[in-house]
């Protein structure tokens, strides 16, 4: 038994009643995840966002958990150190799990640059309950555009442990969509998702 | 500036496209936390999910944080020390804010024995955004009904820092609502609250 074992040994739990299913009828579409990852830059927050939109304009009941919004709150207390990245990409996996229990299309952008921890979230839930999109970007092209200024700090070595330069990213071996954001524009690689989702039967074709 | 600020200094706020208030647009009524406090055994769960049910019905988006749910998962790695529940609230209180922006009237059923602890997430959601329901029951009444055996446990030294035996209960001052669950029934209780939500304008008089 396990010290969190441990800790929950006096937890029931206790059986909704609006489940999951009925928020999903109800709605007309599918709870689900789409997990974002890919380096700094490589426009995960953009895509997201431009997807979440197309997806609330469709009627879909969405939620965009950003990098950038999550540290502000839940993750406030966490630095950038590999022990806390575990720790961020931990919890922003189970607040996801909630969302799409709570039947909403949940998208999360995320740098998420060990493939472990990635695998643990999809772990967390069942089986098609989450799409990974590598949104794919070299790191040259990410350090060119350098949106927020970060990759000429992390080369000044202000900002330690930063992505691609002084910490590690994994790429996912077999994410189920890869757009290439250096290829293509954010109404693209967008769309190939949203296409994905149509096609999968997470949304419905004729709107929802 | 504190060691969270620093650690946040290099986050950039992304606005999302998809906002609130389209969502509530949308969905016909507002996003709300309906955060339920009280001793172990005095309702919340139960109270809240009778709530939940009776709002689905009526074509609510309705999501419930429970003390025993949210335990197996995102604070998995919390106990139940004084720190851990000061922890545990928080990271409550930032996952409903989060899902009050998602446009869902969000219920939480923990037990929060903590003034200073709701008081806190009180201030992170704008005024308006957070309804205090104290499920009172009196600690005598709680322990009688002792649905889980955590009382006799707690009474056996097998639990420490049990609420209302070992480690304080405080009561809400000003909450919103009160209700007696050794006077009123769940569905008393429930409409009490329902009651509440249509004269404040949360939800529709007719539906939603």
Redesign the interface.
Known sequence: MSD?DM??S?????A???TRE??ER?NGHKGVIIWFTGLSGAGK?TVA??L??SL?SM?C??????????????C?????SDEDRVENIR?VG??S???V????ITLTAFISPFRSDRDKVRE?VAEGDLIEVYTRCSLEECEARDV?G?YK?ARAGE?PHFTGISSPYEEPENPEIVVDTDKHDVDECMKQILTYLKVNGFVNTNGV
Chains 1, 2 share one sequence.
């Open positions: 969190t800790k929950s006096n937890v029931v739990w206790h909704p009643v609006t009925a928020r109800r927050s966002h431009a979440e939109d609330h009627g009941h969405t939620f965009t958990l950003d990098g950038d919004n999550v540290r502000h709150g839940l406030g207390d966490l630095g950038f919890r189970e607040m799990k909630l969302f229990e709570a039947g909403m967390l927020k970060l700090k900002i």
